[in-house]
């Protein structure tokens, strides 16, 4: 139950905040199964149910999302990164959790100048000669101010919002512990993989409260596009940024939002292949690429150059990573299906299912895409198909890769609204070519061989240490084998608590037979008073007995 896994009160009052939210938005049940009411009414707490009463008209995926908003930034952040998450939530519910909007109201520059005194190391008005106390948008996590140095360079200030950490570690701690409790209570809802969901959750979180680490995934992006002069990444101002500031120079251009108005110097088609050549050598030459560029993220500059900003949020693709995805594509145009479903598992973790049924479908999968040169290919349309057979089968992504797959798909949509025949695929193919070669290469076959054969010798050359180890243990009786069966062990739970059922309706029945002939036998006031005890324990007990019944019921 939540109240054990707790552990600590300090969260008791955040629990039910969360349980009333749950309730109002009709996820009572939820909270029962979750043991959170109990939790709760042990505490003395009473949940407040009252709430929107269109609540319980709206579809699942949109009371969710409501439900989000009003939990707060935590779980606004949760929501946003389960929108990356097609493999595990149906197309319905991605459109939900992409209404997300990470916003706030601004906190007052008087409430943050002391924060901002310290991390400069002194008065702001010592460090720049121009600084707007009105900012120019505010988030769940931070707030955006324009300032100028005593130089005259127009920079931009990023402060985190004061007292955040705490609450967020807070959230992250109670996310952790119901995860927990929902893979254990509620089967049903295994298959999303609550844990896994929270631990990228939590370390993408983390990461983003840090804004040196931001500015670090800054700089090794730029340095990647030093020979690039159409990519700009703002510059970093290190002297005054930490963990919560980053100063970095203001972008001076036209947000990718405002597409509309731009003139007649822009050549959109020339922006939307520099976009996409950018984010394509980001993750299949470099491994490391912004994860979120959005509309919002992303500016237009004179000579058809490009800008981006916010490298909160970035994502990885090591090499292997990188030749899966090529393989994939060119499975597909040579009508593969056996190297498309290799991909497929490697990338899932196996099948929990049917595998001949599974491999059916990526039949059918692969004859749709049967004669479609790579250029060609519809990436969107494709990863979607992906991304569903995938959750049509219980199988899941890895996180770099659902990372991978909505960017890939936000780029889309960039270039398109650049250009109505953007075409990715066609920008793609140069460099899943080069990762292809550059996996076949001889000098990567060498090295691949050579480590290969490194850790056989060193693994041969551990047996004879190993099994004289495993020999050890065995004469000294310490040799165990466990096997841990789930079911089994629940099954176990179950008999257990029915035993001490059965005992205790036992000893109440003995409690009673024996007061009563207690009570008949006329032998002084002593043994009226023993019976009369036995009576009493037998009452105990028996609403012991059925208190649990009930609970066990519900």
């Known amino acids: 139950m939540l109240w054990e896994a707790l552990g600590a009160a300090r969260d008791l009052g955040r629990v039910h905040d969360i349980a009333a939210v749950l309730i109002r938005y009709g996820f009572g049940d939820l909270v029962q199964r979750l043991g959170m009411a109990n939790a709760l009414e042990r505490a003395g707490k009473a949940l407040h149910l009252k709430g929107p009463p269109h609540a319980v008209r709206l579809e699942p995926a949109e009371r969710v999302r409501q439900a989000l908003e009003e939990l707060g930034p935590t779980f606004v952040k949760l929501g946003q ?14 459109v939900e959790f992409g209404k997300l909007q990470d916003a706030a109201p601004a906190v007052p520059f008087d409430a943050i100048r002391a924060q901002i005194a310290e991390d400069l190391g002194e008065a702001p008005e010592a460090v720049f000669a121009e600084l707007d106390t009105l900012p120019l948008a505010a988030a769940s996590l931070a707030q955006v101010h324009r300032a100028r140095l005593a130089d005259g360079t127009p920079v931009v200030l990023k402060v985190r919002r004061p007292g955040i950490r705490p609450v967020i570690e807070a959230d992250l701690r109670l996310l952790g512990r119901l995860a927990e409790i929902m893979e254990a209570e509620a089967p049903d809802l295994r298959r999303y993989r609550p844990r896994e969901v929270v631990r990228e959750f939590a370390h ?7 804004f040196s680490a931001e500015g670090r995934n800054a700089e090794r992006i730029a340095a990647s596009f030093a020979d690039h002069p159409e990519i700009v990444v703002p510059r970093i101002h290190w002297q005054w940024t930490g963990e919560r500031l980053n100063v970095q120079d203001w972008i001076d251009g036209i947000p990718g939002r405002s597409v509309a108005v731009l003139g007649a110097g822009f050549d959109r088609r020339l922006l939307a292949r520099r976009g996409a050549d950018a984010v394509l050598k980001m993750m299949l030459e470099d491994g490391f690429f912004h994860a979120d560029p959005h509309q919002g993220n992303v500016f237009y500059l004179p000579d058809n150059r490009l800008a981006f900003i916010d490298f909160g949020m970035v994502g990885r693709l090591p090499e292997v990573r990188r030749y899966e995805v090529a393989q994939l594509m060119h499975g597909l145009v040579d009508r593969d299906a056996g190297a498309v479903a290799e991909v497929l598992l490697n990338w899932s973790g196996g099948a929990d299912g049917d595998g001949d049924a599974l491999h059916a479908e990526i039949e059918r999968f692969v004859d749709d895409y049967h004669g479609v040169a790579l250029k060609e290919l519809d990436f969107g349309a494709m990863l979607g198909d992906v991304v569903t057979m995938l959750r049509e089968h219980g199988l899941a992504l890895p996180p770099d890769l659902a990372l991978m797959i909505k960017a890939f798909i936000t780029l889309e949509g960039l270039g398109r609204q650049l250009d109505p025949d953007f075409d990715i695929a ?27 054969l490194v850790a056989a010798v060193d693994m041969l050359a551990g047996l004879p240490r190993d099994f004289g ?58 043994v009226s008073l023993i019976g009369l005890f036995g009576f009493v324990g037998a009452v105990l007990g028996g609403l012991w007995v059925l208190v649990s019944v009930w609970r066990g019921g519900r």
């Open 204 to 210: 993408s979180l983390r990461r983003e409260l840090d």
């Open 426 to 452: 066609g920008e793609a193919a140069p460099f899943l070519k080069k990762v292809l070669l550059a996996h076949h290469a001889p000098a990567a076959i060498a090295g691949r061989g050579w480590r290969g």
């Open 469 to 526: 180890r495993l020999l050890r243990t065995a004469r000294r009786g310490s040799l165990r084998v466990e096997v841990d069966v789930p079911p089994l062990k629940a099954f176990g739970e179950r008999l257990d608590r029915a035993a001490s059922r059965l005992t205790m309706g036992i000893v109440t029945a003995a409690l009673i037979v024996g007061s009563s002939i207690a009570l008949t036998v006329d032998r002084g006031d002593s």
């Open 81 to 94: 990164i389960l929108a990356t998450r097609a493999d595990l939530f149906p197309p319905e519910w991605i």
